[in-house]
C-alpha cells in the first residue's frame, strides 16, 4: 500500500529536478527531437561592460586647456604638537626634624606663605637648659687652656737646665778621662764623671718626657673647648628646629599641623606647591625629537581654555623604556596662579621654519601608485610631483617638496596625466 506513494513522491522529484536545475539540458533535448534550433537569449549585461580604452598618443594628442597658478616658495613657521599636562615646579611635605608639641595656630590648605615663614612651632621644653649647660662647659674648657698652656715655659726652663748639666757632666768626662789616661787622676774620678754624665742624660729625657706630657695636656684642653662648641652647636640647632619655616613661596596643599599635636622626626607639618613658574610636561616621540631644542619658544592651550608661553627648558637624553618617547618640559610664568597642577594642555614647540608653498586644497591629487601629490606644467606638458603635506590652513594647504618657482595646475589636474601637452591660462599668481 505505501511503495506507490514512494514511487509517485521520486518521480515528482526527478521531474523538478530536470524542469528547474537540467533546463538548459532538458530544452536542448526537446528541440534535438524536433529538428529545431533553440533560441539566443540576449545578453542582458552587455549594455554594462565598459566600452574599451584605447590610449591616445600624448605626443600627437590635442592640447588640454587647464588653469594654473605661480607659486613662489615661501618660509613657513613650524612647531611640534606635543599633549602634555601641567606640573608644578616645585612640591614638598615640610617634615619635623625633632619631637615637640606644636604651639602654633593652624594655617588653613589654600593659603599662599612665603619663604621662611613660620609654618610651625614646637613646644621648647628642657632645651633651654640643655644649652645653657653646654655653655657653662664650654666656658669652663676654655679656662682650662690657658692654665695647661702655663705650664709649658716651665717645662722648657726645665729641660734647658738639664741640657747645661748633661754638657756640663759630658765635659767633666772627658776631662777625667784624659787625666785618667796620664795617670793624673784616680780611677775613682773617672767613674764619677761618668755617672755624672749618665744621670745628666737622664735628667734631659725625664724633662722631654715631661714637655711632651704638657703639650698633650694643652691639645686636651682645646680639644675640651671644640668639644664644648659641638654641644652648644646642637643644644642651639635643636632649639632652632623647633620653628618649622616654609622652604620657599608658594601655596598650601593641606593644613598645617594642629596645636597640641606631638611631632615626631619626619611627622609632616605641610604640603607646599609652588606654582610660580609652572611646568608643562610632554613627551616627544622619536621621529620628532631632533627638531626641538632647549631654550625654543613654546605655547600651551589649557583643556579650561587658558593660554599660556614660555620655553623648553628641559629635553631628555634618554627614551622611556615602556613609550619609547622623550620627556620634555617647557617652563611659563604664571603669575596670576591661573594655571593649576595637572592640567591637560596642548603644546605647540616652534621648530626652525620650512620652505613651502600654499596652494588650494583642491589641486592635490594621487598618482597611479597612490602618491600624494600635484599636477604641475614643464615646457607646456603636464606632470606629476609628489609633496609633502606640511599642514592645513584657511587660505589652503602648504606643501613641501616642490622647487622654489612652480607652475601647479588648479583647475582641470584629473584630465591630464604626465606628458600631456597642456594649454594654460594662469589665474592671480601666488603671494
Do not use: W
Request: aromatic share 2%; proline share 6%.
Amino acid at each position: 500500500m505505501r511503495l506507490f506513494p514512494l514511487i509517485t513522491a521520486i518521480l515528482v522529484c526527478v521531474a523538478l529536478y530536470a524542469v528547474v536545475l537540467q533546463r538548459d539540458a532538458l530544452l536542448g533535448l526537446a528541440y534535438g527531437m524536433t529538428g529545431d534550433s533553440p533560441p539566443v537569449a540576449a545578453d542582458t549585461n552587455a549594455s554594462r561592460r565598459p566600452a574599451p580604452i584605447v590610449e591616445a598618443d600624448a605626443a600627437s594628442a590635442e592640447p588640454v586647456h587647464v588653469v594654473a597658478m605661480r607659486s613662489q616658495a615661501r618660509e613657513v613657521p613650524d612647531g611640534v604638537l606635543v599633549r602634555g599636562q601641567s606640573q608644578a615646579a616645585r612640591e614638598v611635605t615640610v617634615m619635623s626634624e625633632t619631637t615637640g608639641a606644636v604651639l602654633s595656630e593652624p594655617l588653613r590648605k589654600g593659603a599662599f606663605v612665603e619663604a621662611g615663614q613660620v609654618l610651625c612651632e614646637l613646644d621648647p621644653g628642657s632645651r633651654g637648659a640643655t644649652l645653657s649647660e653646654a655653655e657653662a662647659r664650654l666656658a669652663e674648657a676654655r679656662a682650662r687652656v690657658p692654665e695647661a698652656e702655663a705650664r709649658l715655659p716651665e717645662t722648657e726652663a726645665r729641660i734647658a737646665e738639664a741640657q747645661a748639666r748633661l754638657e756640663e757632666a759630658r765635659l767633666n768626662q772627658n776631662a777625667a778621662s784624659r787625666l785618667s789616661e796620664r795617670g793624673f787622676s784616680s780611677e775613682t774620678s773617672l767613674a764619677n764623671a761618668q755617672a755624672a754624665l749618665r744621670a745628666a742624660e737622664a735628667g734631659v729625657t725625664a724633662t722631654s718626657t715631661g714637655r711632651e706630657t704638657v703639650r698633650a695636656g694643652i691639645e686636651s684642653a682645646r680639644a675640651g673647648v671644640q668639644a664644648a662648641e659641638a654641644a652648644v652647636e646642637r643644644a642651639r640647632l635643636d632649639i632652632e628646629k623647633l620653628t618649622i619655616e616654609a622652604p620657599f613661596a608658594g601655596l598650601l596643599e593641606s593644613d598645617t599641623a594642629e596645636i597640641g599635636t606631638l611631632l615626631q622626626p619626619g611627622s609632616p607639618c605641610a604640603d607646599i606647591v609652588q606654582l610660580d613658574p609652572m611646568k608643562l610636561v610632554g613627551f616627544l616621540p622619536e621621529a620628532q625629537v631632533d627638531r626641538v631644542e632647549p631654550g625654543a619658544p613654546a605655547r600651551a592651550r589649557l583643556a579650561s581654555g587658558g593660554t599660556a608661553e614660555g620655553q623648553v627648558t628641559f629635553l631628555s637624553r634618554s627614551a622611556d623604556e615602556l613609550t619609547r618617547t622623550f620627556r620634555v618640559e617647557v617652563t611659563v610664568p604664571n603669575g596670576d596662579l591661573a594655571i593649576r597642577d595637572g592640567q591637560t594642555a596642548e603644546i605647540v614647540i616652534e621648530t626652525p621654519p620650512t620652505i613651502a608653498h600654499l596652494v588650494p586644497a583642491s589641486a592635490m591629487t594621487l598618482d597611479d601608485q597612490g602618491r600624494l601629490g600635484v599636477r604641475i606644467v614643464e615646457d607646456d606638458r603636464a606632470g606629476f610631483a609628489e609633496v609633502t603635506l606640511v599642514r592645513d590652513t584657511v587660505e589652503g594647504v602648504l606643501l613641501a617638496g616642490l622647487p622654489e618657482q612652480v607652475e601647479i595646475i588648479t583647475v582641470g589636474q584629473e584630465y591630464v596625466t604626465d606628458g600631456v601637452p597642456v594649454r594654460v591660462s594662469f589665474a592671480q599668481d601666488a603671494q
